[in-house]
């Protein structure tokens, strides 16, 4: 299997697409850790992972201390996946400064401390993987998507200059940009569209386990389009 026996950690592991995350990358081979700002669930959970709720991960001591126990009782870690993420549509003017905050904090700065923590286990293993969600959207903002657009432009930089930062320490950063994620809160905010025309969270979550995989070892800073249709 593509994954065998890699200590794999899924941030915003509860949500959809992080749950599609966790699926692949256990059918892949991993064992996989799915971290969430959310409580744990108590049903429904993947068979084989483990689910640690209740993190904040955009405190920094908070995601060090987190990602230590983890690797402490994984034995090890070999990749992370950075799903953690939330949307908001809000213009400018009619807006608020908040919402540029908020989506930071939860895009980017989760994004940032969640690597930080997890980059001396890396290290430590001689090497591994990290791989970021994006958006497609980051490339030019319509209205109302300022402060989204802006917040997965600065994941698309922490890729970019991690790898750089990386790349002679075996540890590959890459991030994929999907368009319109087929998932329930989207579906009901857009209930007329062509859903067959949208990514699958599985489709998304196959990509995320490649750039996992051994066989990806020669990609770093790459923003990977997953688009669909759309």
């Known amino acids: 299997?593509?994954?065998?026996?890699?200590?794999?950690?899924?941030?915003?592991?509860f949500g959809t697409l992080g749950m599609a995350v966790v699926q692949a990358a256990l059918a892949?081979?991993?064992?996989?850790?799915?971290?969430?700002?959310?409580?744990?669930?108590?049903?429904?959970?993947?068979?084989?992972?483990?689910?640690?709720g209740d993190v904040d991960l955009a405190d920094a001591a908070t995601a060090a201390a987190t990602f230590d126990r983890?690797?402490?009782?994984?034995?090890?870690?070999d990749a992370l996946v950075n799903v953690a993420g939330t949307f908001r549509w809000e213009t400018v003017e009619g807006?608020?400064?908040?919402?540029?905050?908020?989506?930071?904090?939860?895009?980017?700065?989760?994004?940032?401390?969640?690597?930080?923590?997890a980059l001396p286990h890396l290290i430590t293993r001689g090497g591994g993987s990290i791989v970021n969600v994006g958006a497609g959207a980051a490339a030019k903002a319509g209205a109302g998507m300022g402060a989204y657009a802006a917040s997965k432009s600065g994941?698309?930089?922490l890729t970019e200059?991690?790898?750089?930062?990386?790349?002679?320490?075996?540890?590959t950063v890459n991030a994929v940009l999907p368009s319109i994620i087929d998932t329930p809160p989207n579906r009901a905010d857009m209930p007329k569209a062509d859903f067959d025309r949208w990514v699958?969270?599985?489709?998304?979550?196959?990509?995320?386990?490649?750039?996992?995989?051994?066989q990806a070892r020669a990609i770093t800073g790459a923003l990977?389009?997953?688009?669909g249709r759309v």
């Open 1 to 13: 299997m593509k994954l065998q026996d890699q200590h794999v950690v899924v941030t915003g592991g």
């Open 28 to 52: 892949a081979g991993a064992r996989v850790t799915a971290v969430d700002r959310a409580r744990a669930p108590a049903a429904d959970a993947p068979a084989g992972a483990q689910l640690v």
């Open 70 to 77: 983890i690797a402490a009782a994984g034995g090890g870690l």
């Open 95 to 117: 807006g608020s400064l908040d919402t540029w905050d908020l989506l930071y904090r939860v895009n980017l700065r989760t994004a940032v401390a969640a690597s930080k923590a």
């Open 155 to 157: 994941v698309a930089r």
């Open 161 to 171: 200059a991690l790898a750089e930062e990386l790349k002679d320490r075996a540890i």
């Open 200 to 214: 699958k969270p599985a489709q998304l979550a196959d990509v995320i386990v490649f750039l996992l995989s051994a």
């Open 224 to 227: 990977i389009p997953v688009s």
